[in-house]
């Protein structure tokens, strides 16, 4: 297994003609969408020995657009430059060392579509672009030279490895032509012979043409003369050359000659184990690669991704050798765009291709099979699952439409990567492998599948009849839930799978069954819990391990937890105010079992929150629970956090995926982040702790990659603020740009890179021709991979234009021509508004055009009609034949005739009209006619009716006027007249039509007004109006107008919830008096809290009360927020807060600062609240003791802090008024405990000062002598008091020169001696500061320092703090906390040592134990016997068992309330002893010498003991 990081980088780069390339020494490279990915190659890559000698170690970053061409410098000692050609227009060098640009240019003005870096000229760089323009630069001059050969599109070029000034250029067209560049690019030879694209150009590795015995070709292609004295060109020596073609064949040409010498045709090969099908017709690309030294040897590309190996000995006989010939399935499967020979550090030679399926594989040369497989991401890598059966198993879900499984603990194959394309045909969102069954993974798509996969088989998956309406978020396997659906119980699965869809719905699908409907919770959810309000939008499903309780995250930011098996709601978490991403439950199996009801959860907010859901569980409270408080909030990230997973190997640790393009590792419990990972260059999707090693963690991004990281070689604890997001801006910029290249180049650029958009993400994106999500944010397209045949019909839709296959030039001028045509039609009709008498004329003849023009004629013509129509009329027996036949030709004699013959005129006239575009003429002949109802009727085929005809349509009758109105409201929809279609539809009564009609294209206030105005009040069309319109406002943010619709469809409840949405303090007091109104009092209650909540955030005090007094269940919440007032006030009166605030709105309350604070605050109370009986103050308790709020944390914000400790001292206060003084020393012992666990002493010392003026007495002597339930938490309290005075008493002695204060009395005295005064280093193990509390270490003046009265009482009180019984606890806790140290540096170390040798000599396996026994015997802080005698672990595991037996033993009244480190004070007592003699008695520091010799076992007092002997 190796412990190193890996890298799963994006696809090569399609439909380029070089985009990899590698030098000598084992460096391979390849473009891959905008950046080159760097990867070494051979011994150097130092990997474990027996994996697969390569690692990708870097990108090269810069470009913006698709990197379309990369070569490297091939001259020794600057292998470690190359360069790069970027669509967008630069051409770049790098250094591969430092990952840097060197230098650019931007000379093309068009797409560059070839570059190659000379390999005589160490400094010349040649790139050609689609118009046919040529440059060269010389990097070290900065100079460059422009050359225009041909009209053409450049496909690829090659410089020759035998004369510098050669270069070699393929076309679109097939044509090739040799060039001179010394010479202005004269060309020295055109050949003629491929009829299309020229994909690559190999020079023969040897000149001159006697290496090969090819007789010339009987039927080759005669070269034709450019003009130009060949004699005196510089190839006299000659050369050969091979091209490589679409055509489907290879031709070698020699260059003495200027012909073609061989061609050689591709074999059409059976395809073995294609991972397509066959049937399908995919674009050929051709690619060659002549090697080095092997002139009779030549490499190609054929239809299917096979490699063949040509022999060239024979001209007359078509001799190949395929690659891996005798393996199955080593080949690739699509078409291969690039080859690049590479020879590594211990000589070997091998060759690297590029393809179509994705993969990057090596051959060696000398066998012809493939050595090794790099897989490579198409598309967004959106989720990750470890298969819990299969160990090791990781299921990748990307944008390209396949699933990959990677198997990560392969020992011989590091990227052992199977996939999976069947059935999917759309991106890969969301992966969850069964809990149990072996290989069995369901997978969801963006379109709304929901699949299963048999891993194990070859087989399509089993896909679920019912799909989502959009993507599907998020899969899980759970217990059965009772559906609507009949069928027994015998029948069902143990657990079925459940889906969440982007419409808002979770199904639940029968594995058993898929080709049934699956089943839509809510409907279950709104039944057993009665729900009358619309149920949320679900975003996330998560089910906790045991399968007992589902968790459902929403789109408002709720979380809603149910209870199996009906889904009872048990409780709601309103803590997120947006869109819920990710919901994960903490694993079974940690030492902690309560740890199991730990959840967090990560939404659109950056704040990740973790609640303990023990309580509630165990509880399982009658009606739903609202929590509103974090157990823990983890704060960092700045975008919002789209995955999460718990650690396997850690209790409480936490790994989070954000979009500000990190991934960070938490310390829940501790609130503290450890370790943060940078190495993506997009907004992380997935994330995933791997299932066996601790240290390694699995995550995928926006950028195309899955990186293997590990937590120990971060250099960064936590997420970076702002900075990092100016970073991933430029990033976000830097992608490739939807549809960016239309508008610059529109005739051109169709044509030539018509089939080019044929697959990979960036052509497709830039030319805007790939598949339909291409203009999505994701920029992805993948469906090419399964559909090869899609692009040219792409294209001519997108494209538009006229031309779709003809020569550039051609197209070029056809649609020049066509646009012309368009405009001209449109001038002509211009002049028709110029002059009134013309107008008046055309519509005096325009009736019958015809008719008229035909009476316009010569004069022989029109005497021959009046011939013709006297001959007709006054033949009164049948008129002849040809009478007839003259008058048909003569249709306007029709008007003279009879009324069949002006029905015939009227008709051809008509038919003028229409085809001259005058309808509404047309329309006035037939009413002439009298055919209303066939005007009407071909009016509606044609999408031709008026208002005027509809107007008309009731002389035809009542039905015909009724369709007319129908026919015309559906031409209306069809030309987007919504509005006016419905009214045409209520003309005939059709009121439900005209609402439905509105309603489906989105005019709700329309539909709501009609339906308002003509419907019944109680019809429940109105009410669906009102929460669809709801529905679409809230989730476009206007929830003011969403609580209106909300309210007119009387579900006041969610529209409070929906202005509630935003989270400002406005909305939320709004929401809160809407909930009030209409008597949601549960939730106008928990809406005025936030509200106040809010108001306390910006210290606006006024307000807060303002808010809280909305309602009278929150009276008790009023005292907590007025006493915390009064304290914030008091501390910044004392100059004790975090600093003056001039912004805080206090209350008017009396000051009344002379009295002591207790008193001061019950004042207030019954002076504002009127709170002047007990009975009042036993509700208000009532009230606030069941709100539980977590243990703090030194990570705990202040402001949170102070209003939890207000929580604890309100109730102590409202105890005391009732004379509840067991509950009064809890509260206050409370509030005493969470500002000493959160690490703030002066909070501490205030909560003494202002509730415990005068010490504890009052307090024991309202308790009474006898032993109560609350002694124990008495005596906490009062050793709590004792342990804050007795640091300030050696605080006040710890200064260069003790002064007088209440402990001490001190004089001066001079003195000829230097004392040196000794104190003990880091005594407190919390809250002192070393530096602060040394004194001086010479003092030139004696000080005569004698204790006073209440110095001494308060020395005697000490002894309170030597309890036995709390120093043998806190021994055996210490003992585990540090086992547990011991253990985690052990396993950090034996970690560690196994990379280093596994890198070293390659896998080695010790022994744990005796990794440990090394390890924990080298750290110097440990003391000799230490040193001399490693701990194993059966040592390790005794003592942590020892520990927990022994504190099995202490009675739970000891174990309940935490009391001050006994030992840390029996060190401050000695101390003050060994500095001031006589302050502390003997008796004492015997007692304190004795509990430290018993109970300072652990590392950290034994040191101190021993200093303080010393």
């Not at 080709?515 to 839509?520: H, K």
């Not at 937890?561 to 694993?587: A, D, E």
């Not at 339906?1011 to 679409?1032: C, N, T, V």
Request: charged share 25%; hydrophobic share 35%.
């Amino acid at each position: 297994m190796g412990q190193e990081p890996r890298t799963l980088p994006p696809s090569p780069n399609w439909y380029c003609s070089r985009c990899s390339d590698a030098v000598p020494g084992g460096l391979f490279g390849f473009a891959a969408r905008t950046s080159v990915f760097l990867v070494r190659v051979g011994p150097g890559a130092d990997v474990i020995s027996g994996t697969s000698p390569f690692r990708v170690i870097g990108e090269l970053v810069g470009h913006t657009e698709r990197v379309s061409g990369f070569t490297f410098c091939h001259h020794p000692g600057q292998y470690n430059l190359c360069a790069t050609s970027s669509d967008d227009g630069t051409v770049k060098i790098w250094d591969v060392e430092t990952k840097t640009v060197v230098t650019e240019h931007a000379l093309h003005q068009h797409t560059i579509s070839a570059l190659h870096w000379s390999p005589l000229v160490k400094d010349l760089l040649v790139s050609g672009d689609e118009k046919g323009v040529v440059f060269c630069y010389w990097l070290n001059r900065n100079d460059s030279q422009h050359l225009f050969i041909e009209p053409r599109t450049i496909f690829c070029l090659t410089c020759s490895p035998h004369h510098e000034d050669l270069v070699a250029i393929g076309y679109k067209d097939g044509i090739v032509v040799i060039i001179d560049i010394s010479k202005k690019g004269e060309v020295i030879h055109r050949l003629r012979g491929h009829d299309d694209e020229i994909h690559s150009i190999a020079w023969c590795p040897l000149p001159g043409e006697d290496c090969l015995f090819i007789n010339q070709e009987e039927n080759s292609e005669l070269e034709i003369p450019n003009g130009k004295v060949i004699a005196q060109t510089p190839v006299k020596k000659g050369c050969y050359l091979a091209t490589g073609s679409k055509d489907q064949t290879i031709r070698i040409w020699s260059c003495s000659r200027g012909r073609v010498v061989t061609t050689l045709k591709l074999p059409f090969l059976k395809r073995r184990g294609g991972g397509i099908d066959p049937t399908v017709k995919e674009r050929l690309w051709l690619t060659l690669h002549w090697p080095k030294g092997q002139p009779t040897q030549l490499v190609s590309s054929c239809f299917g991704g096979e490699l063949l190996l040509w022999d060239l000995t024979q001209s007359w006989r078509r001799k190949y050798t395929l690659f891996s010939a005798s393996s199955e399935g080593q080949n690739h499967s699509r078409i291969v765009f690039n080859l690049c020979p590479l020879q590594t550090e211990d000589d070997k030679q091998l060759l690297l291709s590029t393809s179509m399926d994705r993969d990057v594989k090596c051959w060696d040369m000398a066998t012809l099979e493939c050595c090794w497989t790099l897989p490579s991401l198409g598309g967004f890598a959106y989720s990750l699952a470890f298969s819990p059966v299969d160990t090791g198993c990781l299921a990748i879900g990307a944008g390209d439409g396949m699933i990959r499984i990677w198997n990560t603990f392969s020992i011989k194959n590091n990227y052992d990567v199977k996939i999976f394309w069947q059935g999917v045909k759309s991106k890969v969102t969301a992966l969850c492998w069964h809990p149990t069954k072996e290989g069995c993974l369901a997978f969801g798509t963006d379109d709304g599948k929901v699949g299963l996969y048999d891993t194990y088989s070859n087989k399509p998956p089993q896909i679920s009849s019912t799909y989502h309406k959009k993507t599907v978020y998020s899969l899980a396997w759970g217990p059965p839930v009772p559906s609507m659906a009949p069928g027994g119980e015998g029948d069902r699965p143990s657990l079925t799978l459940y889906s969440c869809g982007g419409e808002g719905i979770v199904l639940q699908h029968n594995p058993w069954k898929l080709s049934g409907e699956a089943f839509d919770i809510n409907k279950l959810i709104r039944d057993t819990n009665s729900i009358k309000y619309k149920l949320p939008v679900h975003t996330e499903i998560s089910w906790k391990a045991d399968g007992k309780i589902m968790a459902l995250g929403n789109e408002d930011g709720s979380i809603e937890i149910f209870k199996v098996p009906n889904l009872k709601l048990i409780c709601t978490i309103q803590q997120h105010h947006k869109l819920v991403n990710t919901i994960s439950w903490h694993h079974e199996y940690g030492s902690q079992p309560e740890l199991s009801y730990l959840m967090a959860s990560g939404s659109n907010n950056a704040v990740i929150y973790v609640h303990n859901l023990q309580t509630v569980i165990e509880s399982n409270p009658e009606s739903p629970v609202t929590i509103t408080e974090p157990y823990r909030t983890l704060s960092g990230h700045t975008a919002k956090i789209t995955s999460l997973a718990w650690s396997p190997h850690h209790d409480g640790r936490l790994i989070s995926a954000s979009y500000d393009g990190t991934a960070q590792v938490w310390d829940t419990l501790q609130e503290e982040p450890l370790c943060n990972f940078r190495g993506h260059r997009g907004r992380l999707l997935c994330i995933a702790w791997s299932p066996l090693d601790p240290d390694c963690i699995y995550s995928g991004a926006d950028d195309f990659c899955v990186y293997k990281w590990l937590t120990s070689m971060q250099e960064h604890s936590r997420p970076p603020q702002g900075k990092k997001n100016i970073e991933l801006e430029k990033k976000r910029l830097s992608q490739p740009k939807p549809k960016p290249k239309k508008k610059k180049k529109p005739i051109l650029r169709v044509p030539v890179k018509q089939e080019l958009c044929d697959g990979n993400e960036e052509e497709s994106v830039k030319e805007s021709s790939g598949p339909v999500e291409n203009g999505v944010s994701d920029q992805e397209t993948e469906e090419e991979a399964r559909e090869p045949e899609l692009p040219c019909g792409v294209t001519s839709a997108v494209s538009k234009e006229p031309v779709i296959c003809t020569p550039a030039s051609l197209g070029f001028e056809k649609s020049k021509v066509t646009t012309n045509n368009k405009v001209t039609l449109l001038k002509k009709e211009a002049p028709k508004e110029k002059s009134e008498a013309l107008i008046k004329k055309r519509k005096a003849r325009s009736m019958l055009p015809l008719s008229t023009s035909l009476d316009h004629r010569s004069k022989e013509e029109l005497h021959q009609d009046c011939l013709v129509l006297a001959t007709a009329k006054h033949s009164r027996a049948e008129p002849k034949e040809d009478v007839s036949a003259d008058l048909e030709e003569r249709l306007h004699l029709g008007l003279f005739t009879d009324r069949a013959t002006l029905y015939r005129m009227i008709e051809v006239e008509g038919k003028g009209h229409l085809e001259n575009g005058h309808p509404e003429l047309f329309h006035q002949l037939m009413l002439w006619k009298g055919d209303l109802k066939g005007v009407l009727q071909t009016a509606a085929e044609r999408g031709e009716l008026t208002d005027n005809l509809v107007a008309m349509a009731p002389v035809a009758g009542y039905h015909v006027w009724v369709w007319a109105v129908e026919a015309f409201a559906k031409q209306l929809c069809f030309q987007d007249q919504y509005v006016k279609a419905a009214s045409h539809l209520l003309s005939i009564h059709k009121v439900y039509e005209a609402v439905e009609l509105l309603k489906s294209n989105h005019f709700y206030r329309e539909a709501i007004a009609i339906a308002k105005a003509r419907l019944r009040p109680e019809d429940p069309i109105l009410k669906d109006l009102y929460l669809s319109w709801g529905a679409i406002l809230e989730k476009d943010g206007h929830y003011a107008l969403a609580a209106k619709c909300y309210l007119g469809a009387t579900s006041a409840y969610d529209a409070a919830k929906v202005l509630a949405k935003k989270g400002d303090v406005a909305s939320l007091r709004t929401a809160a008096e809407l909930a009030s109104i209409v008597g949601e009092n549960e939730l106008s209650a928990t809406l005025a809290l936030r509200c106040a909540q809010e108001l306390l955030l910006a210290r606006n005090w006024v307000g807060a009360q303002e808010a809280l007094q909305l309602h009278e269940s929150l009276k008790g919440q009023r005292l907590v927020f007025c006493l915390l007032e009064l304290l914030s006030k008091h501390l910044e009166e004392k100059q004790l807060s975090e600093g003056k605030s001039s912004s805080s709105s206090y209350n008017a309350w009396p000051a009344g600062s002379e009295r002591p604070f207790v008193e001061r605050v019950t004042a207030v109370w019954k002076s504002a609240f009127s709170l002047d009986s007990p009975e009042q103050s036993q509700a208000a308790f009532q009230q606030l003791q069941d709100i539980k709020y977590p243990s703090a944390t030194s990570n705990t914000p202040s402001k949170q802090l102070l209003l939890h400790i207000c929580h604890d001292l309100t109730l102590a206060v409202l105890s005391q008024q009732v004379a509840s003084w067991d509950a009064a020393v809890e509260g206050l012992l409370r509030a005493v405990i969470r500002s000493y666990n959160s690490g703030n002493f002066t909070i501490m010392q205030e909560v003494h000062s202002a509730f415990l003026p005068e010490g504890c007495d009052h307090l024991r002597d309202k308790l009474g002598d006898h032993q109560s339930p609350t002694t124990p938490a008495f005596k906490s309290l009062e050793a709590f008091f004792i342990y804050g005075r007795l640091y300030e008493f050696w605080w006040s002695l710890s200064g260069p020169c003790p002064e007088s204060s209440v402990w001490v009395r001190a004089a001066h005295r001079r003195t000829t001696s230097v004392e040196q005064s000794q104190q003990l280093d880091n005594v407190s193990l919390e809250e002192t500061d070393p530096k602060a509390s040394q004194p001086e270490p010479s003092r030139t003046l004696e000080l005569d320092v004698r204790l006073t009265e209440e110095g001494e009482q308060m020395l005697n009180a000490c002894k309170e703090l030597f309890s036995e019984e709390h120093a043998g606890l806190q021994n055996a806790q210490r003992t585990i906390a540090e086992v547990q140290e011991t253990l985690a540096e052990m396993i950090r170390l034996h970690q560690k040592s196994q990379l280093c040798k596994s890198t070293a000599n390659g896998p080695d396996k010790n022994e744990p134990e005796q990794e440990a026994e090394q390890s924990l015997s080298s750290p110097q802080n440990q003391c000799k016997e230490e040193k001399n005698e490693p701990v194993s672990l059966p040592e390790l595991t005794k003592r942590i068992t020892e520990a927990n037996e022994r504190i099995a033993k202490f009675p739970e009244s000891i174990k309940t309330w935490p009391f001050p480190d006994v030992l840390e004070c029996c060190l401050i007592l000695l101390h003050i002893g060994s500095q001031y003699s006589g302050f502390v008695t003997q008796e004492m520091q015997q007692q304190a010498q004795e509990l430290l010799q018993k109970y300072g076992s652990t590392k950290v007092y034994k040191r101190r003991y021993q200093t303080l002997c010393t």
